[in-house]
């Protein structure tokens, strides 16, 4: 399975932004799908994943009452509803698939496949 996120852009602190997650190849089995960040000089960071059905949710501390992940596997897409953006939330996000629909290593970036070019989200203060 191969992902691309997009939706990025400059946005003032305080504002919105909703990234969208286009998966393609082999999409018709269960997984689990992802979104990290990677900040300039840090490492990539769990943001939020999204079980299967959809009802299963998970954030990083910092994302969460914030952040909304969601999913629509009819499109074969994922979302992720960013409000009250905060300058510490500028990084590249990137979305990611994990090929087994389970909540073990959740956040772990290392069973995730299909990383593909991230989407630059800019908060300015």
């Known amino acids: 399975v191969q992902l691309q996120a997009s939706g990025g852009g400059l946005v003032q602190a305080g504002g919105s932004l909703r990234l969208s997650c286009a998966a393609s190849?082999?999409?018709?089995?269960?997984?689990?799908l992802a979104w990290f960040r990677q900040a300039p000089g840090k490492e990539r960071e769990f943001v939020a994943a999204?079980?299967?059905?959809?009802?299963?949710?998970y954030y990083a501390d910092s994302m969460k009452g914030r952040f909304i992940i969601s999913r629509d596997n009819v499109k074969n897409a994922m979302y992720l509803q960013m409000n009250s953006l905060k300058p510490e939330d500028t990084a590249v996000y990137y979305c990611?698939?994990?090929?087994?629909?389970?909540?073990?290593?959740?956040?772990?970036?290392?069973?995730?496949?299909?990383w593909g070019q991230g989407t630059l989200v800019t908060v300015s203060s």
């Open positions: 990611a698939a994990r090929l087994l629909d389970t909540a073990a290593r959740i956040s772990d970036s290392r069973v995730y496949v299909g």
């Open positions: 999204i079980r299967w059905t959809g009802d299963s949710t």
């Open positions: 190849g082999r999409t018709g089995n269960r997984y689990t």
